[in-house]
Nanobody
Framework: VQLQASGGGLVQAGGSLRLSCAASTRTSSSYAVGWFRQAPGKEREFVAA????????SYADSVKGRFTISRDDAKNTVYLQMNNLKPEDTAVYYC?????????????????????WGQGTQVTVSS
């Protein structure tokens, strides 16, 4: 599985961006796609995730109400709509795929649970 992230850029505080994560393929074990971010000098952190089967979602508390994750099954693409961006949202954003042949009780939120990673896309929010 190859993942291609895009959509980053420079935006003023309060603005919006939409990130895209295109997957080269999906299999019966394709379970979820997650977005993580890493700011300079900080550890990578979970942002949001969505399951391919059922469309269940999970969000970090810091982005709830501002970010929305969605999927387009026909395009094998997951989107992260980011509204009301804040300077603290500045980071490199990565998408990743988690594989599981069966549905899990909880959507994975740790990066160790994700098997494939795309290249990052830079998001910079100016104050």
């Amino acid at each position: 599985v190859q993942l291609q992230a895009s959509g980053g850029g420079l935006v003023q505080a309060g603005g919006s961006l939409r990130l895209s994560c295109a997957a080269s393929t999906r299999t019966s074990s394709s379970y979820a796609v997650g977005w993580f971010r890493q700011a300079p000098g900080k550890e990578r952190e979970f942002v949001a995730a969505i399951t391919w089967r059922g469309g269940s979602t999970s969000y970090a508390d810091s982005v709830k109400g501002r970010f929305t994750i969605s999927r387009d099954d026909a395009k094998n693409t997951v989107y992260l709509q980011m509204n009301n961006l804040k300077p603290e949202d500045t980071a490199v954003y990565y998408c990743a795929a988690s594989l599981s042949p069966w549905d899990l009780p909880v959507i994975p939120v740790t990066d160790s649970r994700y098997n494939y990673w795309g290249q990052g896309t830079q998001v910079t929010v100016s104050s």
